[in-house]
């Protein structure tokens, strides 16, 4: 048991005992039920030429430069990753210095450049992780 004792280890708010990482329950975000699929729709991350950079659900079978991204969450600025296909691909290794907005119902899009599907992994990390706030 003095062992077991022995092994916590506490850092930055959290503590590790036996193996297993807490963390104290105010500073744990609710987590969001997203489905994985909407109909006609993927989870992507899309790129504009002036409106920055947008995650959401989108219609992959859309035409042309405009569209819409539902769930819309902007994109402000990223870290722990090299570039948004690593954003789409992996959760980020540094998601405290993440600078991710509050989802908005929709966002009509008018100069899209990429439209990258997400992992559920990614997926998972951008709608959960905690929102920026200034």
């Known amino acids: 048991m003095k062992e077991e004792i022995r092994e916590n280890k506490m850092k930055n708010n959290e503590i590790t005992l036996n193996g297993i990482q807490y963390v104290p329950k105010d ?48 994109i402000w600025y990223w870290d722990g990753a090299n570039s948004l296909s690593d954003v789409a691909s992996q959760k980020s290794v540094k998601p405290e210095n993440c600078k991710f907005c509050q989802p908005v119902k929709e966002v009509i899009l008018k100069e899209i450049i990429e439209v990258i599907p997400t992992t559920i992994e990614a997926q998972t990390f951008i709608i959960n992780l905690k929102k920026w706030k200034k």
Not at 34 to 60: D, H, L, M
């Open 27 to 74: 500073s744990i975000q609710n987590q969001k039920t997203y489905p994985t699929k909407k109909t006609g729709k993927t989870f992507c991350i899309i790129r504009t030429y002036s409106a920055g950079v947008f995650a959401g659900w989108y219609n992959t079978e859309t035409k042309g430069k405009e569209g819409i991204v539902y769930d819309a969450i902007r």
